[in-house]
C-alpha cells in the first residue's frame, strides 16, 4: 500500500479549519515607552523584529496635518522638530477621565482637554483624538510588525496591561486593540506575563516578586503561584518613577557642564537623547565620553560608571523602599521569597540589579532580556489559548467586588483575590412590604461601609411584583470575564423579572489610589468592623419595627389597650436608638421590643393557623404540611 493512500483523520470537532494556517495569535506588550511583540510556536517563543531588526517598538505616534501617522522609533526622531504633533506615554490615560488628571494635565507634553462626558481628548496636529484611538494607532504599527515578520495575518493577540490597571483602563486597551482590527483572546497582567516567561507556573508554589522598572514608571508585584495560579497578594509603584528620571539626571549634569545660558525645549530634549546614550552605554562600559552639539558648539561630557551609580542612588533607594513596603503589605520577609524576576529596560542598570540582589539575599532572574520578558510570556499564554499547552493562566481580581445592602454596608460578592474567570451568586430580598424595586449599587474596594468604597454602578430591578417584606426571592450573580471585567444581573426569581449592567466606569483608580485603598482597609479593620456592626443592628431593628407595624395594621384588634400602648413605647424606644451610635443600645431597645410584641405575636399565629386550617379537610392537610 502506497503512503498517498493514507488519510489523517482526525478526532471529530478536531479537524483543522481551512487557512488556519495562515493565521497566527501573538502577545503584546503595550508599554508606556516601548512596545513589543512576540510568538510561540510549540512552546519557542520568539520576539519580532522590524526590518532593520529591532524588536522594541517606542509606544511614540507622530501626527502630520495632512493625515499621516507614524508610529515607533520614527516618531520618536521627530520629537525634537515637531512637539507639538508627537504624543508619547498614551498609557497612562487610558480609562482615566479629566477629573482624574487635573492635577498633572499641566505637566504632559501634549494638550488635554476633556469632552462632555469627562473623556481625556489630546490635542494634536489640529486633530482630537482619544487615548483609546492613539493605543489602537501604536496597535496597528505593532499588529504591522508582526504580520511583516511572520508573512502571515496576526489577529488575535493576548495583550498586557499592569497588575493595577482597573476595569476603565481594561476595557480602553480592549476597544483599543478592537479598534486595530485585533481580536484580545485576553488581557493579562505584566507581572504574570513576566513570570509565566520563567516558568514560574511550572515550578515550585510559593512567593514571587516582579520588580520592573521601565521609561517612566516602577511597578513591584508580590505573586503567590499555587497550584499553577498567580494570586497578586500585593502590588506597589511609582507611576513617576522611571529610567527617564535617570536621563533627567544625566542631562542636567551635561548641561550644566556646558553652562548653557538660554534654554529652550529643544536644547532640553536633545541633551535628554543624549543622556539615554550615555545611560545605556553605562551598562556595557565602565566610563565614556558623549558630545552634546547645537548653536554650533560642541561640548564634550564624560562619565563613568561609578559617577552615575551615585547619582541613582536616591532613585534606586525608592524603589528598595517600595518594595519593603509591599513585602510587609504582603506579609513576608525578604528571604520568603523564592524568587524575583526583573522587568523593564532599566533593570539592565547594574547598580539596580545589584539593590534588587542585596534586598532579596538572591540574584534575580534576568536572562531573559527584561525589555521583552513581558511580551514573552504574552506570547506563550497566547498559544496556550489557541493551539492549547500545559500553560493554563489564571488572574485573579485586584479588589474585592460587592452591593450595597441597607444601612449602607457593603456585602462582598466576590473577594480580593479569587481567580477569574469567576461568576457568584447572592440571594438578596426586600426591606420592605409591596416593595416593587430595588436599587443594586455594584461597588469595589475592601472597606465594610459604601461610603468609603469606590462606586462602580448602579441600576434598578424594577417591576418586583408586591410582596410582603423578605419574601420575593433576588438573585444578583457577578460575572468577572477573563479579561477582569465585571457584569453583574439581578434577577427576582418567582417572576424571573431581570435587569442587567455591564460595569465600564468612566474614569479609573491610579495605581497609588488602590495602593491606598487596599492600605485604608487594613488600617480601618477594626473601626470599620465596628460602623459595620452598628449598621446591621439598626437595619435589623428598623425590620423588625417595620414588621411590627404592619402587624399592628392588620391584626391590631387582637390587642387591649393596654398590650398596644406598651408596643408603641418600645417602637418608640428602637426609633430613639437608631438615631444615636450606641449599639448595645440599638441591641436593647430591639430585644425589648420583641418581649413586647411576643404575646401579640403567639395571638397572630393563632389566628393564622385557624385561618389556614378552615375549610380545609384531613387529606388536604396531609399533603400542606408535606409540601
Ligand atoms: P516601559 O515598560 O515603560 O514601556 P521599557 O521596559 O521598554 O519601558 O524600558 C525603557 C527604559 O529602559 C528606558 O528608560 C531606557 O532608557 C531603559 N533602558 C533600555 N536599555 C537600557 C540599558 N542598556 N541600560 C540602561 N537603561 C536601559
Ligand atoms: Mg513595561
Sequence with gaps: MSDDLLFDIFEPGETPLPHADDEVAVGIDLGTTNSVVAISRSGKPEVLRDAKARTLIPSVVAYGLDGSVIVGEEARELILDRPHDVVSSIKRLMGRGIEDIKAVAGQLPFEVDGDASGMVRIKVAGRTLTPVEISADILRAVRAQAEQALGKKAPKAVITVPAYFDDAARTA????????GIEVLRLVNEPTAAALAYGLDQGAEGLYAVYDLGGGTFDVSLLRMEKGVFQVKATGGDAALGGDDIDHMIAEKFLHERSEADLNPGKVKQALMTARVAKECLTAREAGEWMLEFDGRTSRHALTRVELDAMIAPLVGRTMAICRQVLEDG????????????????????????????????????????????????????????????????DVTPLSLGLETMGGIVEKVIFRNTPIPTAMAQEFTTYQDGQTAMMIHVVQGERELVSQNRSLARFTLSGIPAMAAGAARIRVSFTVDADGLLTVSAREMTTGVESQVQVKPSYGLSEDEMANMLKDSMEHAKEDMAARLLAESKVDAKRNALAVKAALTHDGDLLSKEE???????????????????????????????????????????????????????????????E
Design 173 to 180: 486597551t480592549k476597544d483599543a486593540a478592537r479598534l486595530a
Design 331 to 394: 506579609g513576608a520577609a525578604p528571604s520568603d521569597v523564592k524568587g524575583v524576576v526583573l522587568v523593564g529596560g532599566s533593570t539592565r542598570v547594574p547598580a539596580v540589579r545589584q539593590a534588587v540582589a542585596d534586598l532579596f539575599g538572591a540574584m534575580p532572574l534576568a536572562n531573559i532580556n527584561p525589555d521583552e520578558v513581558v511580551a514573552v510570556g504574552a506570547a506563550q499564554q497566547a498559544e496556550a489559548l489557541t493551539v492549547g499547552s500545559d500553560t493554563l493562566l489564571l
Design 564 to 626: 398596644w400602648g406598651l408596643i408603641d413605647q418600645a417602637l418608640a424606644k428602637v426609633d430613639a436608638a437608631c438615631q444615636g451610635t450606641d449599639r448595645e443600645a440599638v441591641l436593647a431597645a430591639s430585644d425589648a421590643l420583641e418581649l413586647a410584641t411576643k404575646p401579640f405575636a403567639e395571638k397572630r399565629m393563632d389566628r393564622g393557623i385557624r385561618k389556614a386550617l378552615a375549610g380545609v379537610s384531613m387529606d388536604n392537610l396531609e399533603k400542606r404540611v408535606g
